[in-house]
């Protein structure tokens, strides 16, 4: 007997305990990380519980439209619509090698009396892609408040910080300064983009509805006796009994793909935008200007006690990585999809799709967790401008010197030496920018000596960044979050 090269497990010798979740793969999507409503948005009795209901839909709107089905059968279904065997399904499935049957038995075991009429003139993907269709739409009504809460944060975090002086960055090299409260303002434009994206997406999932084998109606249309308008209104109350306001009016075996990719293209570009955000606070913890929450007793590294490692957004980082590259499952799926269908979709979307949300659920609650607590030390900031805004005011101080009366050309040959001695300093001998002193000390600068401190003054260099804050806030960002208004209170506790 294999023993799987295991070490004794305590009451099991050396084989894993068979029922022991520890001996068997977990994702840590769902171990580790995902929400519990996230988690079970895609778990495996939602998925059955709600084959189930859509067996009930179907029975009702046919009883409605004058097939013989009767209240009994009816309301034997409603009784059993969470009373799911497992079990047997498993049992069923590995005999019949077909899923949906499997379940259609199972059902039918815990209501005789309705057992004729469960499934009646459907196919597998009445109850697969609909399902699939409902938890597309709650997965994104998951996320929705979510993204809409670290917004919130964020523009919080914007509108404290609108005046901060900072400096900016081009090809990570210092540049003219921003603050700290605009720079925010571009990961929230991001991050807006992908709330209205995301509303769009919510809003055009329609329903695959009452379709038949390969998207006729065929049976139904022979159910009904070849009456068409029948067969419309059947479709139509199964669309509004699941909660749809419109069903696809045309498809295959399957509802198109191309829904597919639509929703993790919109889920893929918010992985973009997280990885974006998280990898600005991860350079920016290094030159500590900004951290991430460090709960009193985290451990930056088991190696060197004294390090604060971003680990809330490197983790961000990495699960953004994975977010982003599930765009090409649906990709290639609607790709290859043969005719009216093929059933190589399967396997591939139950972990693609899964995933996706999955994985967004959880960039987006350890992004509200950083949101929540980000520190700021000005301090820090205050002196990486004092290293750099000498060389960026050397502009201000010739027109400065020119509007005393001096020489625009020997001024900027003055500055140009000065400018090199003091970079020399930086550069090669370790020491602090010295420019201004080096200007102090020179009598060529004497008329400009008064309003050195003004020239210098960090909010000059920020042209319009506080009033762009002020404006995209209340223009944009703000009336994005009012449909979230009454879900805003939710505070992010990471357990890991």
């Known amino acids: ?44 009795r939602k998925k059955f519980t ?10 009702k709107a046919e009883k409605m439209l004058g097939l013989p089905i009767t209240d009994e059968q009816i309301q034997e279904m409603v009784n059993h619509l969470d009373n799911i065997d497992f079990k047997m399904a498993a049992e069923e499935e590995k005999k ?19 057992a004729s009429i469960i499934h009646l003139g459907a196919t597998s993907c009445y109850v697969g892609d ?20 670290v917004i919130s944060r964020l523009a919080n975090f914007a509108e404290q910080y609108a005046n901060l002086p900072t400096l900016g960055f081009t090809h990570y090299q210092p540049a003219q300064l921003t603050t700290v409260g605009k720079r925010c303002c571009l990961w929230l434009q991001d991050l807006c983009m992908d709330l209205q994206n995301l509303e769009h997406a919510r809003t055009k999932l329609r329903f695959r509805g009452v379709k038949g084998t390969t998207g006729t109606q065929a049976s139904f249309l022979q ?13 139509r109350l199964v669309t509004e009994m699941a909660g749809f306001k419109s069903a696809y009016l045309v498809t295959g075996q399957t509802y198109s793909r191309k829904v597919d990719i639509d929703t993790l293209a919109v889920l893929s570009s918010l992985g973009a935008t997280v990885h974006k955000i998280c990898m600005d606070i991860r350079l920016l913890a290094n030159l500590k200007e900004i951290e991430e929450p460090f709960e009193k007793d985290q451990i930056g590294s088991s190696a060197m006690p004294y390090k604060r490692n971003p680990m809330r957004s490197e983790r961000c980082c990495s699960l953004a990585r994975h977010l982003m590259t599930l765009i090409m499952d649906p990709l290639q799926t609607a790709a290859v999809q043969w005719f009216e269908r093929t059933l190589d979709d399967s396997a591939n979307r139950r972990i693609c799709l899964a995933e996706a949300f999955l994985t967004a659920d959880i960039v987006l609650s350890t992004l509200q967790n950083i949101s929540e607590g980000l ?14 805004l000498p060389f960026m005011a050397t502009e201000n101080f010739i027109m400065a010197m020119v509007k005393a009366g001096g020489n625009r050309q020997d001024c900027h040959e003055k500055i140009r030496v000065l ?11 370790g020491g602090d920018n010295d420019l201004i002193t080096r200007i102090r000390a020179d009598p060529y600068f004497s008329p400009i000596q008064e309003q050195l401190e003004n020239l210098l003054d960090p909010s000059s260099f920020t042209g319009r960044a506080p009033q762009q804050v002020v404006k995209f806030l209340k223009e944009e960002v703000y009336p994005l979050l009012t449909p979230y208004e009454n879900q805003m209170d939710i505070k992010i506790e990471l357990e890991l």
Not at 9 to 26: A, H, I, L, Q, W
Not at 375 to 388: A, D, G, L, N, T
Not at 419 to 427: D, E, G, R, T
Request: aromatic share 10%.
């Open 1 to 44: 007997m294999a023993t799987f090269g295991m070490t004794s497990v305590s009451g099991c010798g050396t084989n894993p305990c068979p029922d022991d979740e520890f001996n068997k793969y977990r994702s840590p999507l769902v171990s580790r990380y995902a929400s519990k409503e996230m988690a079970y948005n895609f778990s495996e």
């Open 223 to 235: 159910l009904f006796e070849g009456d068409h308008n029948k067969v419309e209104e059947l479709d």
């Open 50 to 59: 709600t084959w189930r209901k859509l067996w009930l839909y179907l029975a």
């Open 375 to 388: 520190v700021v030390y000005p301090k820090v900031i205050e002196r990486h401008i004092r290293q750099e």
């Open 130 to 149: 609909n399902t699939d269709l409902i938890v597309l739409r709650d997965g994104i009504d998951i996320l929705l408040p979510k993204l809409a809460r």
């Open 419 to 429: 400018s090199q001695q003091a970079a020399a300093v930086v550069k090669q001998e």
């Open 96 to 114: 019949l090698r077909h899923d949906v049957m499997a379940h259609v038995h199972t059902f039918a075991h815990r209501c005789p009396r309705a």
